[in-house]
C-alpha cells in the first residue's frame, strides 16, 4: 500500500513543477494567442540559472532566494524576446508567430550550452530539505512535500493577482478583446510585456523548483514542451485552474504509469488526454476557440487561391533539370538533391492539410519518420524487398493517421495543432523508449534499396518519379471537387455543415491522405540514407517542415518544393558550424521580422494600397 | 476640435473610405448618418487608430493624430463606445469600469463610479455582476459608461440605439443628452433621423464611403430629396 502512497505523493509534487510551467505557457496563450512553443526553453534557462545562483550553498535563504531570483531573471528575458520578438509579430499569421518562437528555442538552446556546457548538471539539494517525511507509512522525501505545498500557493497568488488587482482586470479584458482594450487608453505593449514576463516568470520557477529533484540539462526544453500542451490542452487553454487540475491527472497518470508499464509510461498520459478530449474538445475548462470569426484579411497567408493555375512551364523545366542531373555522376549532387526533393515533398504533404485544408500540424514528422521506422523495421526484422515496403511503409502511416486523425479532426485551430504534436511526441517516446524493438538512440542501420534501385542512378530516378507523381497527386486531389469541399470546410466550417458537406469526414481523409504520402516520403528519405534515428520523429523535424512552407510561402502550390530546396540546401551548409543552432535561429527570426507576410507576401495589399490611390490622385 | 482632412481606409484591397472629410467644434453634437455598411463604423475606426487610413489627416485640438496608436488617442481625449456593445463579459460591471479608467487630464475632472451610477441607475444594483449576465440595453449603458471613466472630451458613440426596444431607446436619448449637457463633445453614428433628430444639432450623410451631404439637423429635415436619397426610414 505505502509504495501507491509515495507514488501518489511524488506525482503530486511533479505536477507542481508542470503546473508552473503550464500555467505560464496558458496565460500568455490566454492574452497575446500566442502560442509560445519556446515555453519549454524558458523552463530550462530557469533551471541553469537557478544552479548558478544557488551554487552549493546551504543556506535556506540563498536557495529560495535563489529559486525567485531564478524565475525573476528567466522573466526579464522573456521580457527581452516578447520586446525584441513577439511584439513585432501580433498581427502576422499563427504560423510565422509559432516558428518565431521555434527560433527562440534553437537561440536559447545554443546560448545555454555555450554558457554551461554539454554536460548535464547535478541539482542543489534544498537546506533543511534533505530528508524524508513519514506519511501514511511510508517515506517521501521532504523536498517533494514542499513543491506539493508550493504549487496551490502559486495558485492562489495567480488568482490573487487576476481577479483582485486592476492589472488583473486589464488581463482578462485583453483576453476578450484586445482592441477595445486599446480604444480604452489601455498600452497593450506594456500589457503584454507584463504578460509575457508572469509566463516566463512561472516558467523559470517550474524549471529552478525542480532542479534539487532533476538538475539541468540540455534535453529539458523539448523535454517538457508535450506534457506543457498536454496539460494546457486538457485544462483548456487559458484557464489557470484548468491548468492545475490537468497537471495533477497528468503527473499522477505518469507517476502510476511508471508502476505499470515502466517502458511506455507516456503512453497512458496520451490516452487520458485522447478520452478527455472526446468528451470535452475544448479540454476540461476550456471555452470553444474558433477561427470563423476572423476576418478574412488575418488568415489570408494560409488560403491558397481558388483560380487554376495554368499548366506551368517551370514544372517541366524543373523536372527537366532534375533529369539531367545524374548524366554528371557527381556523387555528392545527387545525394544532395535526393535530399531536397524529398524533404520538399514532405514539406508538400503539409502545404496539403494546412493549405487548402487550413489544419496546421506540428507534429508532421510522426508520418515522416513513422513511414521511415516502418521501412527500417521490416527491414531489419523480416527482410522485407524494397518493392514491397514502399507500399508497406507508406501503408503503415496512412493507418496511423487514420487514427490520429480520428482525434485530431474534432479540434481546430492551436487545438488541433497541439494535438498533433502530442501524438508525434507520443510516438516519439515510444521509439526512444522502446530499445530493444526500435534500437533507442541508436536508431536502425543497415536499410539499402534492394533490387535494380540498388544502383544509386535508378534509386535517384525512381525519387524523382514517385515525387512528381505523388505531387502531381496532391494536385489534382486540390482541384478535385474533393479538393473544393476541402476548402470550404476550412474557410468557414459552420456555411460547409450547412450545406451538407460533413466537415470532420472531409478533414479526415485529407488527413489521411497526406500522412499516407508523407509515409512515402519518409520510406523513400530512409533508404537514401541507409539508416533513421529518433530524430526524424522528434518537434524539430516537424518544424522544418513548417519553416519550409514559411520560406517557400503557403499560398503557392509550389511553395513547399522552393522552400524545401532552400531549407535543406541551408542546413546542408549551415550545420558544418559550431553553433548552428544559434545562426540558424537568428536567421528565423530575422526573416520574419523582416517579411512578417512571408516572402511571398512582399506584394501585399499594402503596396497595392498605395499604388491605387496614387492612381486616383493623378 | 476635430478635424478629419481627406480621409482613405481599406480593408485589405478594398477600399471603403474615399476623401471623407468632417469638422466638429467643441460642444456640438454631430450625427454621422448613412445606411447599413456606408462606412459610418469604418469613420469612427478610422478616427480612433483601430484601422489605419491609407492617406488623409485627423487633428484632435490642433495635434495631428492619425498614425497614433489607439490608446495615446483615447488618452488623448477621445472616447470611443463600439457598436455590438463589446463588453468585457467575463467582468463585473465595476472591473469593466476599471478597466475603462484613465487619469484625468490637467485641469480636468475625475470620473468616479459613483458619479456614473447617477446617470446610469441600473447599473448600480448590479455592480458586481458580470456583463455577460446583463440585458442587451444594460450592456449598452455599461459601454457607454465604461467609456465615460476616460474623462474623455470628444465621445464617438457608434449606434448606440442598435437593437435596443423604443423604451430604452428613450432613456438612452435621455442619458445622451444629459451627457452632452456637460459640455462633452459627440459623434453620433446613426442609421435613420429619428433618433439623430433627439440630439444632433449638426449631421453628415455618408454614403459608399463619401460624405454626401453636410448641414444642420434643421435643414435636413426640411430635405425631402437628401433624406430619401441617402437614409431609410
Ligand atoms: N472587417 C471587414 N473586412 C472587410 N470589409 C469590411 C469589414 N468591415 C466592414 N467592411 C465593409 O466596409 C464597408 C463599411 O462598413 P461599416 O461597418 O463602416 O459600415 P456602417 O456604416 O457602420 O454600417 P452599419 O450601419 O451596418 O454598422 C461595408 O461595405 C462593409 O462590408
Ligand atoms: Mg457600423
Not at chain 1, 496539403?352 to 507534429?363: A, C, D, H, L, N
Not at chain 1, 522528434?538 to 499560398?555: K, T
Not at chain 2, 444642420?216 to 425631402?224: H, P, V
Request: one cysteine or more.
Amino acid at each position: 500500500m505505502s509504495i501507491y502512497a509515495v507514488q501518489f505523493l511524488i506525482g503530486l509534487s511533479d505536477a507542481s513543477v508542470l503546473f508552473l510551467t503550464a500555467s505560464g505557457l496558458s496565460i500568455i496563450f490566454g492574452v497575446s494567442r500566442i502560442v509560445n512553443f519556446s515555453h519549454g526553453s524558458f523552463y530550462m534557462l530557469g533551471a541553469y540559472i537557478g544552479y548558478s545562483l544557488i551554487g552549493d550553498s546551504d543556506n535556506p535563504l540563498i536557495f529560495w532566494g535563489g529559486l525567485f531570483l531564478a524565475a525573476v531573471v528567466t522573466g526579464l528575458v522573456g521580457v527581452l524576446v516578447e520586446i525584441v520578438l513577439l511584439r513585432r509579430l501580433y498581427h502576422v499569421p499563427e504560423l510565422f508567430q509559432l516558428i518565431a518562437t521555434f527560433g527562440v528555442i534553437l537561440v536559447i538552446q545554443d546560448l545555454t550550452f555555450m554558457i554551461w556546457g554539454a554536460e548535464d548538471l547535478l541539482g542543489p539539494r534544498a537546506p533543511g530539505l534533505t530528508g524524508s517525511i513519514e506519511l501514511l507509512g511510508a517515506l517521501v522525501p521532504s523536498y517533494d512535500i514542499a513543491l506539493i505545498v508550493l504549487s496551490p500557493l502559486v495558485l492562489v497568488g495567480i488568482w490573487l493577482l487576476f481577479y483582485k488587482t486592476r492589472w488583473g482586470a486589464l488581463v482578462r479584458a485583453a483576453t476578450e478583446d484586445r482592441e477595445m482594450v486599446a480604444a480604452l487608453g489601455v498600452n497593450q505593449n506594456l500589457l503584454f510585456t507584463g504578460v509575457f514576463f508572469l509566463g516566463c516568470f512561472l516558467a523559470g520557477l517550474g524549471g529552478a523548483a525542480q532542479l534539487p529533484k532533476g538538475g539541468a540539462n540540455l534535453l529539458m526544453d523539448f523535454g517538457i514542451i508535450a506534457e506543457v500542451f498536454v496539460v494546457v490542452v486538457v485544462g483548456g487553454m487559458g484557464s489557470i485552474w484548468g491548468a492545475y487540475i490537468a497537471a495533477i491527472i497528468i503527473s499522477e497518470l505518469n507517476a502510476f504509469g511508471i508502476l505499470f508499464l515502466p517502458e511506455s509510461s507516456l503512453v497512458m498520459m496520451f490516452l487520458a488526454m485522447a478520452v478527455i478530449l472526446i468528451a470535452r474538445p475544448w479540454g476540461l475548462f476550456g471555452k470553444s476557440e474558433s477561427m470563423e470569426h476572423k476576418p478574412p484579411s488575418e488568415r489570408e497567408d494560409l488560403t491558397i487561391s481558388g483560380r487554376k493555375l495554368p499548366w506551368n512551364w517551370g514544372w517541366l523545366l524543373l523536372i527537366a533539370v532534375l533529369l539531367v542531373i545524374p548524366w554528371f555522376q557527381i556523387d555528392f549532387v545527387m545525394t544532395l538533391v535526393i535530399e531536397m526533393v524529398l524533404l520538399s515533398f514532405f514539406a508538400a504533404t503539409l502545404h496539403f492539410i494546412m493549405g487548402p485544408g487550413g489544419m496546421v500540424s506540428f507534429g508532421h514528422a510522426l508520418f515522416f519518420g513513422g513511414g521511415s521506422y516502418a521501412v527500417a523495421l521490416f527491414v531489419n526484422y523480416l527482410q522485407l524487398p524494397m518493392s514491397v515496403l514502399l507500399i508497406a511503409g507508406p501503408a503503415v502511416t496512412m493507418v496511423f493517421a487514420l487514427l490520429v486523425g480520428w482525434f485530431c479532426v474534432r479540434l481546430s485551430g492551436v487545438y488541433f495543432a497541439m494535438l498533433t504534436l502530442a501524438f508525434a511526441q507520443l510516438a516519439w517516446s515510444v521509439v526512444f523508449q522502446w530499445d530493444s524493438v526500435t534500437g533507442g538512440d541508436d536508431g536502425i542501420i543497415g536499410v539499402w534499396p534492394t533490387g535494380p534501385a540498388e544502383d544509386k542512378i535508378v534509386f535517384y530516378y525512381l525519387v524523382i518519379t514517385l515525387t512528381s507523381l505523388s505531387l502531381y497527386v496532391i494536385r489534382r486531389v486540390i482541384s478535385s471537387p474533393f479538393g473544393f469541399a476541402l476548402r470550404a470546410c476550412r474557410d468557414s466550417s459552420l456555411r460547409s455543415r450547412a450545406i451538407g458537406i460533413d466537415v470532420r469526414k472531409i478533414q479526415w481523409i485529407a488527413f489521411t491522405i497526406s500522412g499516407f504520402m508523407a509515409g512515402l516520403a519518409g520510406s523513400l528519405y530512409v533508404y537514401s540514407k541507409g539508416s533513421i534515428f529518433p530524430t526524424e520523429m522528434a518537434i524539430p523535424r516537424s518544424f522544418d517542415a513548417l519553416i519550409m512552407l514559411l520560406l517557400g510561402g503557403v499560398q503557392s502550390p509550389v511553395g513547399p518544393i522552393i522552400g524545401g530546396s532552400v531549407y535543406t540546401f541551408l542546413i546542408d551548409y549551415i550545420t558544418r558550424f559550431d553553433y548552428w543552432r544559434l545562426l540558424l535561429g537568428i536567421m528565423i527570426m530575422l526573416l520574419i521580422v523582416l517579411f512578417p507576410r512571408g516572402i511571398s507576401g512582399i506584394f501585399s495589399s499594402g503596396i497595392i494600397q498605395r499604388i491605387k490611390l496614387l492612381g486616383q490622385s493623378e | 476640435m476635430l478635424t478629419v482632412n481627406k480621409l482613405n481606409t481599406f480593408y485589405g484591397r478594398a477600399h471603403i473610405l474615399r476623401d471623407v472629410s468632417l469638422d466638429i467644434s467643441k460642444g456640438e453634437a454631430v450625427a454621422l448618418l448613412g445606411r447599413n455598411g456606408a462606412g459610418k463604423s469604418t469613420t469612427m475606426k478610422s478616427i480612433m487608430g483601430l484601422l489605419k487610413p491609407a492617406s488623409g489627416l485627423v487633428e484632435f485640438e490642433g495635434k495631428t493624430i492619425s498614425g497614433l496608436k489607439s490608446y495615446h488617442i483615447s488618452r488623448l481625449g477621445i472616447g470611443y463606445v463600439p457598436e455590438e456593445r463589446r463588453v468585457f463579459a467575463g467582468l463585473s460591471v465595476l472591473e469593466n469600469f476599471a478597466v475603462g479608467k484613465q487619469k484625468p487630464r490637467q485641469g480636468g475632472m475625475e470620473q468616479t463610479p459613483e458619479n456614473l451610477f447617477k446617470l446610469f441607475p441600473n447599473l448600480e444594483s448590479m455592480k458586481d455582476r458580470p456583463a455577460s449576465q446583463m440585458s442587451g440595453g444594460e450592456q449598452q449603458m455599461l459601454t457607454i459608461a465604461r467609456t465615460l471613466m476616460g474623462n474623455p472630451k470628444l465621445l464617438l458613440l457608434d449606434e448606440p440605439s442598435e437593437g435596443l426596444a423604443p423604451l430604452i431607446v428613450e432613456e438612452m436619448a435621455r442619458t445622451i443628452l444629459q451627457l452632452k449637457s456637460t459640455g462633452i463633445t459627440l459623434i453620433l453614428s446613426e442609421q435613420n433621423l429619428r433618433f439623430a433628430n433627439l440630439i444632433a444639432d449638426k449631421a453628415y450623410i455618408i454614403e459608399k464611403g463619401e460624405i454626401r451631404y453636410k448641414g444642420t439637423m434643421d435643414d435636413l429635415n426640411n430635405n425631402a430629396e437628401v433624406r430619401d436619397a441617402y437614409l431609410t426610414l
